[in-house]
């Protein structure tokens, strides 16, 4: 895949500041919108230049201003419009929604343990319990007791099996589809085997309090392309 | 490609649904998704579809993750698991609907009653 160098970048960020006003979120998004515009067309074997003047022809200045018409209107639209006349093309939706059905088993959205538990440290800013140090905190606690079985909340692949007495003590990476990674800390033993797959549900380990860790607990990460979101936005059942 | 008034109110569906299928997804990629899946009979427009994933993260269905590639910064967007549910039955909803348009406007397809 082609990434524009910088000064393709500048001058694609130049003519998108040129039509687009004040709000930023919607500023960043267009921005690697038509970056990627151009990457793409650049990869289908055109040159900066000519993928340049399509995106230019394709976003006109009216695009743009009818984008932050329609992004100022939305807040007070209704969603919903059934339009009887156009029932054929409706079923084309039918199949296009039926093609791309719900596939359940790959984010993780169960507990990683199968009772109940209480969350002794949440996500996000927290007092260390051993440092008593301010530091992000990139999974949630579970307080279990020691040899609680740990369960995958997603099919995956087992990635990585490791000890890390100073850290995370044994843990276990699963990786899922779609760039989610799960890991499980502080472990007293695992038993699965690094690159075998493993199904939703499926028990990988024992709870512990193995590395830095003030008592038997389970520390459980939610990772998205690398970056650590909150568990307890996913844990639905 | 389909009017915008058609599209309108299924956007949501669409969206949702694709995110349900896919996981993480960003904006661009949701567009050309959208394109392939349904031959180009489907276009959706950033004028649409920024604006409603806005809107979507807002109220929580949404959950946003940011990855930098040099200056840009790209914003992956996933479902939250009321999102997962929201996706469920929306597309259940829609296709219940498509059914009963079907029978409304084919009245020797319905099932005899
Ligand atoms: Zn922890």
């Given at each position: 895949m082609t990434t524009l160098n910088n000064q393709q970048t500048e001058q694609v960020l130049g003519s998108l500041e040129a039509h687009i006003g004040g709000n930023r979120k919607l500023k960043n998004e267009m921005f690697d919108h038509w970056c990627t515009y151009v990457e793409t067309h650049m990869n289908n074997g055109a040159s900066f230049e000519q993928a340049y003047s399509k995106l230019k022809e394709e976003f006109g200045v009216n695009e743009?201003?009818?984008?932050?018409k329609t992004y100022l209107a939305y807040h007070q639209s209704s969603l919903w419009v059934g339009t009887l006349q156009r029932a054929g093309s409706m079923?084309?939706?039918?199949?296009?929604?039926?093609?791309?059905?719900?596939?359940?088993?790959?984010r993780p959205d169960i507990s990683p343990v199968f009772d109940q538990y209480i969350v002794s440290s949440a996500f996000g800013e927290q007092i260390h319990p051993i440092t008593n140090k301010e530091i992000h905190h990139n999974g949630i606690d579970l307080r279990v007791p020691l040899n609680t079985p740990v369960r995958s909340t997603a099919d995956g692949t087992v990635k990585t099996i490791k000890n890390s007495p100073k850290g995370h003590g044994l843990h276990i990476i699963i990786a899922h589809k779609d760039g989610y990674e799960t890991l499980y800390a502080n472990l007293s033993n695992v038993s699965v085997d690094a690159g075998q797959t493993v199904v939703k549900g499926e028990e990988i380990a024992r709870s512990g309090n193995s590395g830095i860790s003030s008592g038997p607990h389970l520390h459980y990460e939610i990772?998205?392309?690398?970056?650590?979101?909150?568990?307890?936005?996913y844990i639905s059942k | 490609m389909y009017s915008k008034e058609l599209l309108k109110g299924t956007l949501r569906t669409i969206v949702l649904k694709l995110l349900a299928e896919h996981g993480s997804?960003?904006?661009y990629e949701i567009t050309q998704k959208t394109k392939e899946l349904t031959s180009g009979k489907i276009v959706l427009t950033e004028g649409a579809l920024y604006p409603l994933l806005h809107k979507l993260e807002a109220e929580g269905y949404l959950v946003t993750n940011t990855k930098s590639i040099g200056k840009?910064?790209?914003?992956?967007?996933?479902?939250?698991?009321?999102?997962?549910?929201?996706?469920?039955?929306l597309s259940n909803e829609f296709a219940d609907f498509v059914q009963t348009v079907i029978y409304l406007l084919n009245p020797k397809l319905s099932p005899k009653s």
């Open positions: 743009l201003k009818s984008i932050e079923a084309a939706m039918l199949l296009f929604l039926v093609v791309a059905g719900v596939d359940a088993q790959k990772r998205l392309n690398q970056k650590p979101v909150n568990p307890k936005l | 997804m960003y904006g840009r910064i790209r914003k992956y967007y996933a479902l939250t698991p009321e999102g997962d549910e929201k996706a469920i039955s």
